[in-house]
């Protein structure tokens, strides 16, 4: 209950913590002047140490209990998401006055998260007229829009490619170190091997005199100079290096720079098979729709980028925060990140940091009681609770939690165009 209160800016203190007239007036409120007596006075305190009071200005407490419920300023407008299964009213989620416009979805496999985001993209563009960008890894939210008889489009980054060594919006050097975070992580190298990595971009971009937005550099360039440059860790560089550049196109123009107003959906279904290269891909992307976002020079949100199978980037094994490092420059820079993953497991050990920085959390329905026990360690759930949601809550519903208020509620989604 303390930090119930406290999450809503309420300030809490234990009974024992106050001095002994205060504590005398609270007493007060609870034995409705029992406690007035000298005895009672001196008595009552030694069986109500442990409650939880808050300061007396504000509404007197009460006895009787209230269910807990999001405040409906949250949800009352904005993008339509589902009936209420309580209160029968219809949910909503406010992306352009939330507190964070990132969404994320959990929930086993076959559940319809993907489903949910497509449907959550396209209703963004149709509410606010955002631009939206699907990383399509496995052509499903092609087929998705395609049934709903809905124009987007569609480009096939076999044909552009990433152009990774171009300097995209941004100085030669930070290019470097955004690709060097970037390949490091997805292939899980080493402190040494990365900064080595680092510095033969640097080197390269500044022996060949690129600038920002050029497309002079090539990776032939960079593997001449690890095979000429008795550069440390040459055999991994250039192993790393051969694998990444098969992800660039046959066109020198970046696939950023194609993209339209309202849908458009960017066909990963290519590089799907090699983990590595689908790390490399979502990352640059979303490095590269915030270095776009930034160069704007607009305030406000710019576009929503979707990211189905997001543990691709999470359940990597050291807990490297660089995608949560993405996701919070996002925030800033005026692009929501509408991501969907299997489990809290896939998040940790940064689970906890991904959640808090997501204004839509939807947490799909399951059978499981192993699985809302997790549920219940990442939203305020009781034990009760979790066993009221699993008998009414069927397929095709979930639990949303909108922030700032950290209450769900449970929501049966409609997926209806």
Same mark, same amino acid.
């Given at each position: 209950?303390?930090?119930? !209160?406290?999450?809503? +800016?309420?300030?809490?203190?234990? !009974?024992?913590?106050?001095?002994?007239?205060?504590?005398?007036?609270?007493?007060?409120?609870?034995?409705?002047?029992?406690?007035?007596?000298?005895?009672?006075?001196?008595?009552?305190?030694?069986?109500?140490?442990?409650?939880?009071?808050?300061?007396?200005?504000?509404?007197?407490?009460? @006895?009787?209990?209230?269910?807990?419920?999001?405040?409906?300023?949250?949800?009352?407008?904005?993008?339509?998401?589902?009936?209420?299964?309580?209160?029968?009213?219809?949910?909503?989620?406010?992306?352009?006055?939330?507190?964070? @416009?990132?969404?994320?979805?959990?929930?086993?496999?076959?559940?319809?998260?993907?489903?949910?985001?497509?449907?959550? +993209?396209?209703?963004?563009? !149709?509410?606010?007229?955002?631009?939206?960008?699907?990383?399509?890894?496995?052509?499903?939210?092609?087929?998705?829009?395609? /049934?709903?008889?809905?124009?987007?489009?569609?480009?096939?980054?076999?044909?552009?490619?990433?152009?990774?060594?171009?300097?995209?919006?941004?100085?030669?050097?930070?290019?470097?170190?955004?690709?060097?975070?970037?390949?490091?992580?997805?292939?899980?190298?080493?402190?040494?091997?990365?900064?080595?990595?680092?510095?033969?971009?640097?080197?390269?971009?500044?022996?060949?005199?690129?600038?920002?937005?050029?497309?002079?550099?090539?990776?032939?360039?960079?593997?001449?100079?690890?095979?000429?440059?008795?550069?440390?860790?040459?055999?991994?560089?250039?192993?790393?290096?051969?694998?990444?550049?098969?992800?660039?196109?046959?066109?020198?123009?970046?696939?950023?720079?194609?993209?339209?107003?309202?849908?458009?959906?960017?066909?990963?279904?290519?590089?799907?098979? /090699?983990?590595?290269?689908?790390?490399?891909?979502?990352?640059?992307?979303?490095?590269?729709?915030?270095?776009?976002?930034?160069?704007?020079?607009?305030? +406000?949100?710019?576009?929503?980028?979707?990211?189905?199978?997001?543990?691709?980037?999470?359940?990597?094994?050291?807990?490297?925060?660089?995608?949560?490092?993405?996701?919070? !420059?996002?925030?800033?820079?005026?692009?929501?990140?509408?991501?969907?993953?299997?489990?809290?497991?896939?998040?940790?050990?940064?689970?906890?940091?991904?959640?808090?920085?997501?204004?839509?959390?939807?947490?799909?329905?399951?059978?499981?009681?192993?699985?809302?026990?997790?549920?219940?360690?990442?939203?305020?759930?009781?034990?009760?609770?979790?066993?009221?949601?699993?008998?009414?809550?069927?397929?095709?519903?979930?639990?949303?939690?909108?922030?700032?208020?950290?209450?769900?509620?449970?929501?049966?989604?409609?997926?209806?165009?």
């Amino acid at each position: 209950m303390k930090s119930v !209160l406290e999450s809503q +800016g309420v300030k809490c203190r234990l !009974l024992k913590e106050v001095g002994p007239l205060l504590k005398r007036k609270v007493l007060n409120v609870f034995f409705r002047g029992f406690v007035n007596s000298r005895l009672m006075g001196y008595i009552a305190p030694t069986f109500v140490r442990g409650i939880k009071v808050m300061p007396l200005n504000i509404s007197p407490l009460t @006895p009787l209990g209230i269910r807990r419920r999001p405040k409906n300023t949250l949800f009352s407008e904005g993008i339509y998401l589902g009936i209420d299964l309580r209160g029968r009213n219809y949910v909503f989620w406010n992306l352009i006055n939330s507190l964070n @416009p990132h969404s994320m979805v959990i929930g086993p496999s076959g559940v319809g998260k993907t489903e949910f985001l497509t449907v959550l +993209g396209l209703r963004t563009w !149709l509410t606010y007229g955002l631009r939206v960008v699907y990383l399509d890894l496995r052509g499903e939210f092609k087929d998705r829009l395609s /049934k709903r008889k809905v124009f987007f489009n569609h480009i096939d980054l076999s044909e552009y490619g990433l152009n990774m060594l171009m300097p995209y919006h941004v100085p030669p050097r930070t290019r470097a170190s955004q690709l060097a975070d970037v390949i490091s992580f997805a292939f899980c190298l080493d402190y040494e091997v990365a900064s080595q990595l680092y510095r033969v971009l640097v080197n390269t971009y500044l022996s060949k005199g690129v600038g920002i937005g050029s497309y002079s550099l090539s990776w032939n360039d960079v593997i001449n100079y690890v095979e000429y440059g008795q550069v440390p860790y040459s055999s991994t560089l250039l192993r790393v290096i051969d694998e990444v550049q098969g992800l660039e196109g046959r066109v020198s123009r970046h696939v950023l720079d194609v993209l339209t107003d309202g849908l458009n959906v960017i066909d990963l279904s290519g590089i799907r098979g /090699k983990e590595e290269l689908v790390r490399v891909a979502l990352l640059m992307l979303m490095n590269d729709s915030l270095n776009l976002a930034s160069a704007t020079g607009v305030t +406000g949100l710019k576009f929503a980028m979707v990211i189905d199978e997001f543990w691709y980037l999470t359940n990597v094994g050291r807990g490297n925060p660089l995608p949560l490092s993405l996701l919070k !420059l996002g925030r800033g820079y005026g692009v929501a990140f509408f991501t969907a993953t299997q489990s809290f497991d896939d998040l940790k050990p940064n689970a906890k940091q991904f959640i808090d920085n997501v204004g839509l959390l939807v947490i799909m329905n399951s059978p499981s009681l192993t699985y809302w026990e997790e549920v219940s360690k990442y939203v305020v759930l009781s034990k009760e609770e979790v066993n009221e949601l699993r008998m009414f809550m069927s397929r095709g519903d979930a639990l949303i939690r909108i922030l700032p208020d950290p209450r769900p509620l449970p929501v049966r989604i409609d997926i209806r165009t």
